[in-house]
Structures are given as C-alpha cells and as structure tokens.
C-alpha cells in the first residue's frame, strides 16, 4: 500500500469512526421509530467500515485497528469538522447526512480504481453498503428541499466539508473522552 | 485424517446466529476450505462490515473444527465477493418459508429508492406484490422492511448486496 492510500484509508476510517459515533446518538430518541431504525443501523455499518479500514493500515504499520480507534490522541485523528459536531436538531443531522454520503461516494469511487486489490476491493465492499445509505440520504433531501429551515442548515456545514483535517473542533476531545473512557479505564479484569 | 468435504458437511451445520433457520453454507459465506498437514483453512466473506454476527460465525467455524480433530485458520475476505447472489438455492427456499423475502439478483448497478419502492417484492406469506416499501433498514443491516397490502402482513426483505 502507498502513504497515499494509507493516508486516505485513516481519513476515511476516523470518519465513519466518529460519524458512526455521532449517527447512534440517535438510538432511541429519533423523531419516529423508522428512523431510529435507520440511523441505528446506518451507525452500525458506518463502524463496521471504520474498523475493516483501520484493519488494514494497521497491518501495514504493525499496530492494531483498536489501537489506532482509540489510543491516539484526539489531536491525530483525521476526520473532518463535519463529523464531529454533536447535533441535536434533526435538519442538521440530515443535512450532514446528505452532505457526507454525497462527498464519500466521490472519494469511493476513486479507491475502487486503486491498483491495490486490498484497497480496491474493501471500497467496493464499503460502497455496496453505502448505497442505501445515499438512498435514505437523498430520499429525505427530497422530503426537505423545500424547507427554510434544512437549506440554512445546508450552508451552514457545507464550508465544513473543505475545512480541513489538521484543526478539530472541541467537540471532538469531548467525544474522545466518552468513546475511550472504559478502555482508558482498564477495569479489572480486562485485556484489550 | 480430516476432508475438506467433512468439514464442509460440518459447516454445513452451523446455523446463522441471526436467521438461524439458514446455515453458513446456505448463506454462501464460505469462499473456500483447504485441508494441509492437520490445519484447516476456511476463507470467510463477512456479509455486511457491521455485522455483530461475524465473530460469532468465525468462532462457530474453528470450534467445528477443532471437533474433528484440526486446527481451525479463519481468513476473513473484507472484499466484495460477497453478494447475496451467493444465498444458494435452498438457502433462499428456507428464508421464505421462514417469513423472510429472498433477496433480488444483484444488478450492474447499485440498487435505487425507486426499485426498493416499486411493486415486484413478493410477501413471503401470500405471494402477492401489493407490497409497499416501510423502512430502508430494518433489525439487522442486511434487511429492509416491507408491508403487504394484500394479507397486511409487515415482512422482511433481504437487501440485495
């Protein structure tokens, strides 16, 4: 694998890590049942593909997927602003949704022309599930279009997507705490 | 000394954690099983990234293995040569008798909220087409939900993958 391509791997993977986070925050106490459902299960595959992605840079440099999860510092992930944001309302939660699948099927497709076959095939793997996430994304693009409130939250996050992977918003530290406090914690017993 | 086709048959017997009704074999998981001076390789294509099942599946797999005398060696494929075309014949029989509509054949492209809304699912329960899309996802990530107008019978659909 080229620096390249394992730089692109680690984006993407500390993406889905913390996007998939972010989406299971909705578990239970989504605006109705269906989607509850589906953000759960969206979550799910969103770590699924995180962890299968970490799996594979890890190989190459010798550490772990968990290590690379959940044993760097908050400041050495590589994910974007958008991710992180903690969102409580339900236009800014599918604008980021529409905005994230539409960008991730972009940089999909590139990885699914890598000359590496390890790559090449785990993007074409990870593509395949996120087709439904893009349909659940544009269907409810569809439903909101029209509405002040969605297309204000559009462009609020939109600059997000370009705004770089180097600064990270305290969000981030905050969720970091939360997702690596029982590893941190080591409780008695326990091997990781 | 143990055969590939032995531990085929054995695997054959391990039920799928989630829809146990369908075996691993049935579920066209298994890529290949090689047999070499006493360890028994099988290549795994894991269904869905997320799925929690998997390791359950693996662990199922190696202790079959070990039970007839080898030493197990799951290689896990986290490529895309799973699809659910793989659900052998049988495997698709079982899942709708069991309440559970079969997947469709994987297109060329990737499947489309217009297709997922259209009216070609057939209710596992009574057959018809009258059946109207509910959810995109479901309980697990491999299925989607669906309701039939005819029997009014909410069912599950496998997601075409």
């Given at each position: 694998m080229n620096e390249q391509d394992a730089r692109s791997l680690l984006e993407i993977a500390d993406d889905e890590l913390i996007l998939g986070w972010r989406d299971?925050?909705?578990?239970?106490?989504?605006?109705?049942l269906e989607e509850d459902v589906a953000f759960s299960s969206i979550a799910q595959n969103e770590i699924g593909h995180a962890r299968a992605l970490y799996e594979l840079v890890a190989r190459e440099g010798g550490t772990t997927a968990d290590e690379l999860a959940f044993d760097r510092p908050p400041e050495e992930y590589r994910c974007s602003a958008l991710v992180e944001r903690r969102f409580l309302d339900w236009e800014q939660t599918i604008a980021r949704h529409y905005l994230y699948?539409?960008?991730?099927?972009?940089?999909?497709?590139?990885l699914k022309a890598s000359g590496d076959p390890e790559v090449a095939g785990l993007a074409a793997k990870i593509d395949r599930e996120e087709a439904y996430h893009r349909m659940h994304?544009?269907?409810?693009?569809d439903r909101l279009k029209d509405e002040q409130r969605f297309t204000a939250a559009l462009e609020e996050l939109r600059p997000l997507l370009d705004a770089g992977r180097d600064q990270h918003t305290p969000e981030l530290a905050e969720l970091w705490e939360e997702m690596t406090m029982v590893r941190r914690s080591q409780p008695a017993g326990t091997r990781w | 000394m143990v055969t590939a086709?032995?531990?085929?048959?054995?695997?054959?017997?391990?039920?799928?954690?989630?829809?146990p009704v369908i075996s691993l074999v049935d579920l066209g998981v298994i890529r290949d099983v090689g047999v070499e001076n006493g360890t028994v390789r099988v290549d795994f294509t894991p269904t869905f990234l997320g799925c929690p099942a998997l390791e359950v599946m693996s662990d199922a797999m190696a202790e079959r293995i070990r039970a007839l005398g080898a030493e197990p060696e799951i290689n896990v494929r986290?490529?895309?040569?799973?699809?659910?075309d793989r659900i052998t014949p049988a495997g698709r029989e079982k899942l709708r008798s069991s309440g559970f509509a079969p997947p469709t054949p994987r297109d060329a492209t990737a499947p489309t909220l217009v297709q997922l809304q259209s009216n070609v699912f057939r209710c596992p329960y009574c057959g018809s087409t009258d059946t109207r899309l509910e959810n995109i996802f479901g309980p697990t990530p491999c299925r989607s939900l669906r309701y039939c107008t005819s029997c009014r019978q909410p069912f599950e659909q496998f997601k075409t993958i």
């Amino acid at each position: 694998m080229n620096e390249q391509d394992a730089r692109s791997l680690l984006e993407i993977a500390d993406d889905e890590l913390i996007l998939g986070w972010r989406d299971s925050e909705w578990t239970g106490i989504a605006p109705f049942l269906e989607e509850d459902v589906a953000f759960s299960s969206i979550a799910q595959n969103e770590i699924g593909h995180a962890r299968a992605l970490y799996e594979l840079v890890a190989r190459e440099g010798g550490t772990t997927a968990d290590e690379l999860a959940f044993d760097r510092p908050p400041e050495e992930y590589r994910c974007s602003a958008l991710v992180e944001r903690r969102f409580l309302d339900w236009e800014q939660t599918i604008a980021r949704h529409y905005l994230y699948e539409t960008a991730d099927e972009g940089r999909l497709q590139e990885l699914k022309a890598s000359g590496d076959p390890e790559v090449a095939g785990l993007a074409a793997k990870i593509d395949r599930e996120e087709a439904y996430h893009r349909m659940h994304a544009r269907m409810w693009f569809d439903r909101l279009k029209d509405e002040q409130r969605f297309t204000a939250a559009l462009e609020e996050l939109r600059p997000l997507l370009d705004a770089g992977r180097d600064q990270h918003t305290p969000e981030l530290a905050e969720l970091w705490e939360e997702m690596t406090m029982v590893r941190r914690s080591q409780p008695a017993g326990t091997r990781w | 000394m143990v055969t590939a086709q032995q531990v085929w048959a054995a695997l054959a017997e391990i039920p799928d954690p989630e829809i146990p009704v369908i075996s691993l074999v049935d579920l066209g998981v298994i890529r290949d099983v090689g047999v070499e001076n006493g360890t028994v390789r099988v290549d795994f294509t894991p269904t869905f990234l997320g799925c929690p099942a998997l390791e359950v599946m693996s662990d199922a797999m190696a202790e079959r293995i070990r039970a007839l005398g080898a030493e197990p060696e799951i290689n896990v494929r986290a490529d895309d040569s799973w699809s659910t075309d793989r659900i052998t014949p049988a495997g698709r029989e079982k899942l709708r008798s069991s309440g559970f509509a079969p997947p469709t054949p994987r297109d060329a492209t990737a499947p489309t909220l217009v297709q997922l809304q259209s009216n070609v699912f057939r209710c596992p329960y009574c057959g018809s087409t009258d059946t109207r899309l509910e959810n995109i996802f479901g309980p697990t990530p491999c299925r989607s939900l669906r309701y039939c107008t005819s029997c009014r019978q909410p069912f599950e659909q496998f997601k075409t993958i």
